[in-house]
């Protein structure tokens, strides 16, 4: 169930991605410089705790001369300063995040709704769902919360050391020289890394398709009786995964335990030192409990890159699954000289093909669709009926020949911005969750309470108004709740709300029985009486007397 759009080799290489994530760093810089701030000024608060409590320590030793309570309360201020700190870094972190999370999930969710159909139709949703939510996620927290808690931890680890080395500038030396093994170790860490990370969430996005797409079709899944089926394709996705975390584990937690174990050698050489020069009497007891203070600042902003890294490393593969996404093409803008309000439609030595070298559904085809004329479409499964319809409405594009609107001598090829001359209704359940107002909006977010009643009376779907909520009754996800016949005329009644001087159906009442039918279709022709009416259907009987009819053969 890989997507056939995506593939999960890296092709980006960590400068590419670096910048990639400075331009998300930007957007979002007031966030990230008052998270740079408030760390930085915590970093000082921090310095001047182990300052505080070495004076205090010196004065209960009679080494300095003031009163403790002095020092007692000058502790006390710098923790209460800690306090506050705290509480407004969580609140620009719980705040600013979820803003910025909202707004990258919102800039990906605008651009695939424009983007090119043809090239976002072999992506999963699942897929897409889940670049939308976990990898957004990891990047907005490793650019605003991650990227200044380096900064701070840079500001950290030069204090430390200028503090250290003013007391002892050779245990200070020593304390940073595990710096070059540390680089060497993350460079070969962070490209491990990376492949481990990417191959885990890539089949992390395998689990959410199943999921997504077994919930969603649940009722064939019952009917076919594979529910083990169906599990156990899951649970060979999940046993997949866990190996995959098994071995991302081992790695990380091997190479954890060896740093861990550098860090702990130098605390314990830090320790013995300061003992050493305290037996000696060459320093006093302050200065002992900042030596080792000082030795853990030092050690601690490292313990936190280790911490750091893994972060970073999901940012970075979670940078190269968007970036991927904004390769999708976006749909060109419409232009063009603007056309009558009922054009008719001209398809001009069409050819077309869904895929490179695949069969041809359209070879050289050419017709005509009046204006104002009424067409049927029919033809064997294959045929390219749907293939018409999608290329009128610019979906697809053929790969030879034109698809354009005329009225008169006015012509004008069709392309995104002249769907606002169709009126169109697909196969299938296709309501919203939502009420049922909500998805007639749809159609005409300007639509009056009248102009909804006439369009569920020409679509058959009065019985909307004998609902004890009428059109505030909740449909669940693919209209749930409702008959498939009943969702149906609500989506015929929603179509017929927007404004368009050409009606496409494709198999739009193929769920309604014979009498509703006729009815429906009654309607449509008068209500559709000096527009272009083109549907597509299987069921010659609805073919009124002056409708033209197309046959398709493969």
Not at 228 to 234: C, D, I, K, Q, Y
Not at 415 to 432: E, K, M, W
Not at 528 to 542: A, E, P
Request: charged share 20%; glycine share 10%.
């Amino acid at each position: 169930m890989l997507n056939v759009f995506f593939n999960n080799r890296s092709k980006y290489s960590t400068l590419c991605l670096l910048r990639w994530l400075w331009g998300i760093l930007r957007r979002h810089r007031v966030q990230v410089c008052l998270n740079t701030l408030l760390g930085c000024t915590s970093v000082g608060l921090d310095f001047a705790f182990i300052a505080a409590t070495k004076w205090a320590i010196d004065i209960a030793t009679h080494r300095a001369s003031a009163p403790l309570a002095t020092a007692a309360a000058v502790l006390a201020g710098i923790l209460l300063l800690q306090l506050g700190l705290g509480f407004a870094s969580r609140w620009v972190k719980a705040i600013l995040g979820v803003k910025a999370q909202n707004h990258m999930q919102l800039y990906y969710f605008d651009r695939l709704l424009h983007s090119e159909w043809s090239a976002r139709h072999g992506c999963h949703s699942g897929d897409l769902l889940n670049r939308l939510e976990l990898d957004v996620r990891d990047v907005v927290n490793a650019t605003t919360e991650t990227a200044p808690s380096i900064v701070s931890v840079g500001v950290r680890l030069a204090g430390a050391f200028v503090f250290l080395y003013s007391m002892d500038a050779l245990l200070a030396c020593f304390s940073v020289a595990i710096i070059p093994c540390f680089i060497v170790l993350s460079k070969l860490y962070m490209k491990r890394m990376r492949r481990l990370t990417r191959d885990v969430r890539d089949t992390d996005s395998r689990i959410q398709s199943i999921l997504q797409e077994t919930i969603q079709h649940q009722m064939v899944v019952q009917t076919l009786e594979q529910q083990p089926a169906m599990v156990g394709r899951l649970d060979r996705v999940q046993r997949h995964l866990r190996q995959q975390v098994r071995t991302r584990t081992k790695f990380s937690s091997v190479s954890a335990t060896f740093l861990s174990a550098g860090f702990m050698g130098c605390y314990l050489v830090a320790f013995l030192w300061g003992a050493a020069r305290l037996h000696e009497g060459t320093i006093t007891y302050g200065m002992m409990l900042a030596f080792i203070q000082l030795v853990g600042q030092i050690q601690g902003p490292f313990r936190d890159l280790t911490r750091f890294i893994p972060i970073f490393v999901n940012a970075f593969t979670a940078g190269e699954r968007l970036m991927q996404v904004e390769e999708i093409p976006l749909e060109q803008p419409g232009g063009g000289m603007p056309v009558g309000p009922v054009p008719g439609v001209r398809f001009s030595d069409v050819t077309y093909a869904y895929s490179p070298g695949g069969r041809l559904v359209l070879k050289h085809f050419s017709y005509d669709f009046p204006p104002g004329s009424h067409t049927a479409i029919v033809g064997e499964t294959g045929a390219g009926k749907t293939t018409l319809i999608r290329l009128m409405l610019s979906l697809i594009h053929p790969a030879e020949g034109k698809v354009s609107l005329y009225d008169g001598a006015c012509e004008v090829p069709c392309d995104a911005g002249t769907r606002s001359h169709f009126t169109y209704v697909p196969q299938g359940n296709t309501l919203f969750s939502g009420t049922i107002r909500d998805n007639l909006r749809l159609g005409n977010p300007q639509a009056s309470e009248e102009e909804m009643r006439d369009a569920l009376a020409d679509a058959c779907a009065g019985f909307v108004f004998n609902l004890p909520e009428g059109l505030d009754t909740m449909c669940g996800e693919q209209g749930a709740g409702l008959s498939e016949g009943q969702a149906q005329r609500i989506a015929i009644a929603r179509a017929l709300l927007r404004p368009g001087g050409i009606l496409l159906l494709d198999e739009a009442t193929s769920s309604l029985d014979a009498g509703t039918e006729k009815r429906l279709w009654q309607n449509i022709g008068r209500r559709s009486r000096g527009k272009t009416l083109i549907f597509v259907t299987h069921r010659t009987g609805i073919i009124g007397p002056d409708a033209r009819i197309l046959t398709l053969r493969k």
